[in-house]
């Protein structure tokens, strides 16, 4: 199971991330508690789409997460995705997908 992150703008693909899918995935699942907040959205086993305005909600959620992550490799997953939800909520008419396996 790992989730890969792409920043789409209409239908171009304009940022990619592929690196860490196994560990955010892991990450959400150990971490997030189920049913509260953006982040328990994402579904590991199929595609969810970000807004703008759910990539900005998300922000403070992934902030929160890095205080309890579980190592280097977890905090990097999550300091990738925080980096990927910015993009989104800074691009106009962005979505950022969260590509489940």
Known sequence: MGIELELRQRDTVVR????????????????????????SWIDPYRDTRFTEQDARAALPEVAALLDTC???????????LAEMLEACATTPGGCLWFIGD
């Open 70 to 80: 579980a190592g280097p490799f977890q905090e990097a997953a999550l300091l990738d």
């Open 16 to 39: 990619r991330s592929y690196e860490h899918g196994e560990t955010l995935a892991l990450a959400l699942e150990t971490l997030v508690p189920p049913g509260r907040g953006r982040l």
